[in-house]
């Protein structure tokens, strides 16, 4: 069936540091894919989204290519800073149905 | 503004007894999801509706229900045959894309979650 798989948190970074999470994804035909992003004590806020192959998301410096060949979306910063902790799950929705399938989640602490 | 609302924001529940969870949007999205997040761990489909009066079970539908009586709102009722039901509740909804009529929705929409405790 489908499914996410997404690098294993925590991760702590320093502040200015280079941010790559990792997601990989099984899935029949071409599904759209997504990123999520959850403060604490929150919901999830949508924080980029790819709908099909070699499309590039990106939003508040974040960006991740969806790479058909690789099947993955992996998520990057350049410059990461304190207000970027959070969680962040990667997620995809095939075109026919209407289920969405999550990773578990990434955790990032930026220390200053 | 148009968004979801979640209430309460924090409920606590006694064993044995149900509580509902309210979620409402006015964004005018067809479809609406309920899932549950424990801590540390991902996102698990409780329920999902597509539209009014149809529903779905998803993953862990077990000890739970929900009604779908008009398109803003879609309430999740906890039972007290849930037997694990501390956890943060959220509720999301999503539009139908429907640009090439194969059913594709875009992305899905957030409430800020009901955490649910059981004393």
């Known amino acids: 069936g489908d499914s996410v798989t997404q690098m294993e948190g925590p991760v702590t970074l320093s502040e200015e540091a280079f941010l790559t999470i990792n997601c990989t994804y099984t899935?029949?035909?071409?599904?759209?894919l997504f990123w999520y992003v959850q403060y604490p004590g929150e919901g999830l806020q949508l924080l980029l989204k790819a709908t099909k192959a070699d499309d590039k998301g990106s939003n508040k410096g974040f960006e991740a290519t969806y790479r058909k060949e690789t099947t993955s979306f992996h998520l990057e910063k350049g410059s990461v800073q304190v207000s970027d902790s959070a969680v962040y799950f990667c997620a995809l929705k095939r075109n026919t149905g209407n289920q969405f399938y999550f990773g578990t989640g990434t955790s990032l602490t930026v220390i200053p | 503004d148009g968004g979801i609302t979640q209430s309460p924001k924090y409920l606590f529940r006694k064993e044995g007894q149900n509580v509902t969870l309210s979620c409402e949007q006015n964004l005018n999205h067809d479809a609406m999801y309920w899932y549950r997040q424990d801590p540390g761990q991902g996102l698990r489909l409780i329920y999902y509706?597509?539209?009014?009066?149809?529903?779905q079970k998803g993953d862990i539908a077990e000890g739970y229900s929900v009604s779908r009586e008009k398109k803003e709102s879609f309430p999740l009722t906890v039972t007290s045959a849930q037997k694990n039901p501390t956890a943060f509740y959220l509720c999301?909804?999503?539009?139908?894309?429907?640009?090439?009529?194969?059913?594709?929705?875009?992305?899905?929409?957030f409430g800020p979650g009901t955490r649910l405790t059981v004393l």
């Open positions: 899935a029949t035909g071409y599904p759209s």
């Open positions: 509706s597509q539209i009014v009066n149809d529903f």
């Open positions: 999301a909804s999503s539009a139908h894309a429907g640009t090439s009529g194969t059913g594709a929705y875009n992305e899905q929409f």
